[in-house]
């Protein structure tokens, strides 16, 4: 009997989620996005959602993990998130993750591209935002987002904690479930900590309202 699915190489696996870099992302914000992309194509998952992107930023990222109240939440946060693959998250493998908000245009941004966000506008004149390859429309949005706020603060490329913000602050987001249900309080990590070179040089130079 011939099996169902043609067998594929992992480069083959790979493709659908992407594997070009993002312009704009800082290092760990960066290294972060390949590990949910790779996680991604390890699960079986149809696309790069906020909870692969949770889970990668958690590993990655410091910051991020400071953001959190110790060793006990960070525990049981990390736990609820690698039981995906064999409970909560086999309901999400038919679906894609989208707040519905943001018209999306599904489309690659084009490398050294400084912007995501689509040329063109929806009808109603609102904005459009590319989903990147690979990646959910909410999760394309939050990155968006967590560029554009990084720049008109500091100028500099995105932090994981921008990254995370960015997130949180889209209630449908499949991270904000996963944080919900581990008793985080996701209100709280919707404001990144301000506390990096750049930030600093920032609040010297005359600061702005997170100063």
Known sequence: MQPRIPWQSPRDR???HGTGDVPGLGAEAAAALAAARRRAVRDGDRQVDTAHLLHSLLEHDPQVRAAFDGGP???RLLGYLVQRSIGYGLRWQGGVEDSGAVPAVTAVAPPGRTSL????ADSDGAPAVTVVEG???LASA???QARAEAARR???PARGVDLLAAMVA???ARAVEVLTRAGVDVHALRTPRDDGPQDREACLEGGGPSC
């Open 73 to 75: 939440q960070l525990a």
């Open 170 to 172: 889209h209630p449908q």
């Open 154 to 156: 500091t100028g500099g």
């Open 142 to 144: 939050a990155l968006e």
């Open 117 to 120: 966000a689509a040329d063109p």
């Open 14 to 16: 790979a493709a659908p």
């Open 135 to 137: 990646l959910s429309p």
